[in-house]
């Protein structure tokens, strides 16, 4: 069984970093799962934000995050990060990290169905 829990969420003001990391605890020793952040506003569906593939050698962004965030995966620690720049009061939501159950996939997804392992959530709030 996998399970997944986000941290570093937090307030912050317009302008700020953040940086949010996602753990997975399971049997095996490592993380080969296609990994993704997802954010969710008060009032809205949630929304694909960053997605990486097994090796991290393929990533992919939301138009509204790119060039401010970077996902970057750690396999051996089984952790998956997202670094947020230039943060804004539209990203204010809370972030969630996903893991999709097939491993050893080159895929990157975007898609919420796409994903079977969910995190708790992380709140990030961004002030004006």
């Known amino acids: 069984q996998v399970q997944l829990a986000e941290s570093g969420g937090g307030l912050v003001q317009a302008g700020d970093s953040l940086r949010l990391s996602c753990t997975m605890t399971?049997?095996?020793?490592?993380?080969?799962?296609?990994m993704g952040w997802f954010r969710q506003a008060r009032g809205k569906e949630r929304e694909f934000v960053a997605g990486i593939n097994w090796n991290g050698g393929s990533t992919r962004y939301a138009d509204s995050v790119k060039d401010r965030f970077t996902i970057s995966r750690d396999n051996a620690k089984k952790k998956v990060d997202l670094e947020m720049n230039s943060l804004k009061p539209d990203d204010t939501a809370v972030y969630y990290c996903?893991?999709?159950?097939?491993?050893?996939?080159?895929?990157?997804?975007?898609?919420?169905?796409?994903?079977?392992?969910w995190g708790q959530g992380t709140q990030v709030t961004v002030s004006s």
């Open positions: 996903a893991a999709r159950a097939r491993e050893w996939d080159a895929g990157v997804y975007y898609a919420v169905d796409a994903y079977d392992y």
């Open positions: 399971s049997g095996r020793s490592g993380s080969t799962n296609p």
